[in-house]
C-alpha cells in the first residue's frame, strides 16, 4: 500500500515539474518569438506613439489656426487701444487681462503652423484671405468670427472716455462671441491635443468675459 501511494506522489510531483516547465518554456519563447518583440513593443507604443500623436492634426486644426491668429491680433489691438482711451478702471483691466491671455496664443498658434508647413498670417495682414474668416463677420454681421471691419476700428480709435467705454466693450462682445464660435467649431472637429485644448480655454475664458462686459454695460 505504503509503495503505491509512494509511486502515486512521484508521479503528481513528476507531472508538476513537467508542468512548469512547460510555462517556463512558454514565456521563454513569447520573447524569443517577436526576437525583439518587448524592443519592438516599445519602439512603437511611446517614442513613435508620442510622435505620431504630436504630429496628429487636421484641415480644421490649420483652420482654426490660421483664422484664429488674425481674430486675436485685432483683439489685441483693440485692447492696447484703452490703456490710453478708456475712462473706467474695469475697462483697463479687462483690456490689460485679454492681451495678456492672447498674445501667448498667437505665438502658440504660429508655432504650430510652422511645423505643419503651413502659412502664419502676418501681423495686420488681411483678414479675408485667411481661411474660416469672413471679412464681413463684424458686430451685427452674420458671419462666426465677429470682426470689426475697418470703419468700425477708426470709430474706436477716435473714441476717449465714456463712449469709448461702451464701444469698446459692446465691440469685444462681438468679438468674443466669433472667437467662442470658432473655437466651439475646433473642439468638435478638431484633431490636434493643443489646439483642441486652447480652443476649450477660449470657450471657457471668453464666455466668463462676454458676461463680465455685458454686467458693465448694464446688460447682466
Given at each position: 500500500?505504503?509503495?503505491?501511494?509512494?509511486?502515486?506522489?512521484?508521479?503528481?510531483?513528476?507531472?508538476?515539474?513537467?508542468?512548469?516547465?512547460?510555462?517556463?518554456?512558454?514565456?521563454?519563447?513569447?520573447?524569443?518569438?517577436?526576437?525583439?518583440?518587448?524592443?519592438?513593443?516599445?519602439?512603437?507604443?511611446?517614442?513613435?506613439?508620442?510622435?505620431?500623436?504630436?504630429?496628429?492634426?487636421?484641415?480644421?486644426?490649420?483652420?482654426?489656426?490660421?483664422?484664429?491668429?488674425?481674430?486675436?491680433?485685432?483683439?489685441?489691438?483693440?485692447?492696447?487701444?484703452?490703456?490710453?482711451r478708456?475712462?473706467?478702471?474695469?475697462?483697463?483691466?479687462?483690456?490689460?487681462?485679454?492681451?495678456?491671455?492672447?498674445?501667448?496664443?498667437?505665438?502658440?498658434?504660429?508655432?504650430?503652423?510652422?511645423?505643419?508647413?503651413?502659412?502664419?498670417?502676418?501681423?495686420?495682414?488681411?483678414?479675408?484671405?485667411?481661411?474660416?474668416?469672413?471679412?464681413?463677420?463684424?458686430?451685427?454681421?452674420?458671419?462666426?468670427?465677429?470682426?470689426?471691419?475697418?470703419?468700425?476700428?477708426?470709430?474706436?480709435?477716435?473714441a476717449?472716455?465714456?463712449?469709448?467705454?461702451?464701444?469698446?466693450?459692446?465691440?469685444?462682445?462681438?468679438?468674443?462671441?466669433?472667437?467662442?464660435?470658432?473655437?466651439?467649431?475646433?473642439?468638435?472637429?478638431?484633431?490636434?491635443?493643443?489646439?483642441?485644448a486652447?480652443?476649450?480655454?477660449?470657450?471657457?475664458g471668453?464666455?466668463?468675459?462676454?458676461?463680465?462686459?455685458?454686467?458693465?454695460?448694464g446688460?447682466?
Amino acid at each position: 500500500m505504503r509503495n503505491t501511494r509512494t509511486r502515486a506522489r512521484r508521479a503528481a510531483l513528476a507531472a508538476t515539474a513537467v508542468t512548469a516547465a512547460l510555462v517556463l518554456a512558454a514565456c521563454g519563447n513569447d520573447g524569443d518569438t517577436t526576437g525583439s518583440g518587448h524592443q519592438d513593443h516599445g519602439s512603437t507604443s511611446p517614442k513613435a506613439s508620442a510622435t505620431a500623436t504630436a504630429g496628429a492634426h487636421n484641415v480644421q486644426d490649420v483652420s482654426f489656426a490660421q483664422g484664429m491668429i488674425p481674430h486675436h491680433q485685432q483683439a489685441l489691438e483693440m485692447a492696447r487701444l484703452a490703456a490710453g482711451r478708456a475712462s473706467s478702471a474695469k475697462v483697463k483691466d479687462l483690456a490689460a487681462r485679454i492681451e495678456k491671455a492672447q498674445d501667448p496664443e498667437i505665438r502658440a498658434m504660429s508655432g504650430w503652423l510652422k511645423s505643419w508647413d503651413e502659412k502664419v498670417p502676418a501681423s495686420g495682414g488681411s483678414m479675408g484671405s485667411m481661411p474660416g474668416m469672413d471679412h464681413s463677420a463684424h458686430a451685427g454681421g452674420s458671419g462666426m468670427s465677429g470682426m470689426m471691419d475697418d470703419k468700425e476700428m477708426e470709430k474706436l480709435k477716435k473714441a476717449s472716455g465714456a463712449g469709448f467705454d461702451t464701444m469698446f466693450l459692446t465691440m469685444m462682445v462681438e468679438h468674443h462671441r466669433g472667437a467662442v464660435e470658432m473655437a466651439t467649431t475646433e473642439k468638435t472637429k478638431g484633431r490636434y491635443g493643443p489646439a483642441t485644448a486652447m480652443a476649450d480655454d477660449i470657450v471657457t475664458g471668453q464666455t466668463a468675459e462676454i458676461t463680465e462686459m455685458n454686467k458693465l454695460l448694464g446688460k447682466g
